[in-house]
């Protein structure tokens, strides 16, 4: 699993054609990434066009022409400042010239979108605990797990799935890895803005009806929580997503309390005990 539990998958023999995606593989890359693939595409493309100047040394007006002259030209041509210190006096010059400089505005476009694309892209800040525990909750037993929201809005609207998977064989002795729900106490949340305690009871509608601790982890499957809601902020649509395996269950512990409230009426949470637990003793 990555840092936000994610499926963890790797892909062999995709089909050719990579490039063909390059645009939504830059909108999910970090900005570090991001920022370095630019740099590098921006040198490495001005000093191609410096190569090409460098063919012809008399398509520009300084003499002699160096490398590093073509280069820096070439920088100025691509982003359209233009001093004017330096400048193109051949055919060939200003073929390159005009080469360039339409390179340098669809650049310029793209990397503005692209940008934009990313700072408008719309996001949750979701934290999830640690751990789903297995314990019991008005007497019945229950998978639980807590989310919180790490900003300071509110979302409107949230609905939280839980799925699990489990192992299928056909009659054929075909396998096969099937997705079913799992109900929740309360899957919806009008305001969602501190924490929330997501509850699945184990009566005998769950899937898990009767099994113990022991037996569920040796299930192996895998928890999948998929979060929905309204940005309070921007009023635009979320999505989050996040997994448990079966290694991540505890048995038999609560979380520790994170919500408080002040003597003005203020609702505090306590971030520092988010992924807590504590075992509570068995008259409680």
């Given at each position: ?33 991001l ?33 590093k ?49 990313r ?42 799935e ?55 982890k ?14 309070g ?52």
């Amino acid at each position: 699993m990555t840092d936000k539990n994610f499926i963890k998958i790797e892909k062999i023999n995709e089909p050719k054609g990579y490039h063909k995606d390059l645009y939504h593989k830059l909108l999910k890359v970090s900005w570090l990434n991001l920022f370095i693939t630019y740099v590098l595409f921006f040198i490495s493309l001005n000093l191609l066009f410096a190569g090409l100047y460098m063919i012809s040394p008399g398509s520009l007006t300084i003499t002699p022409l160096t490398l590093k002259h073509a280069f820096f030209f070439s920088v100025q041509t691509f982003s359209t400042v233009g001093y004017g210190a330096i400048s193109p006096v051949s055919v060939y010059g200003n073929t390159i010239v005009v080469i360039e400089i339409m390179i340098g505005l669809i650049s310029t476009a793209v990397s503005t979108g692209l940008v934009f694309a990313r700072f408008s892209k719309p996001s949750a800040r979701i934290m999830y605990s640690e751990n789903m525990l297995f314990t019991h909750y008005n007497n019945q037993p229950v998978l639980m797990f807590r989310m919180a929201n790490s900003r300071s809005n509110e979302i409107i609207s949230a609905s939280v799935e839980l799925h699990y998977t489990y192992p299928e064989v056909s009659s054929e002795g075909i396998k096969m890895i099937r997705f079913a729900a799992l109900k929740l106490e309360r899957n919806y949340s009008p305001i969602f803005s501190l924490s929330w305690t997501i509850i699945h009871v184990i009566n005998n509608e769950s899937p898990f009806y009767q099994k113990s601790f022991e037996e569920i982890k040796k299930t192996n499957s895998e928890f999948f929580v998929i979060f929905n809601g309204t940005d309070g902020t921007r009023s635009q649509t979320i999505h989050d997503f996040y997994s448990y395996s079966t290694d991540t269950i505890l048995d038999d512990q609560y979380f520790v309390d994170i919500i408080s409230k002040k003597d003005d009426g203020t609702r505090q949470i306590d971030y520092q005990f988010f992924h807590s637990t504590e075992k509570r003793p068995k008259n409680e």
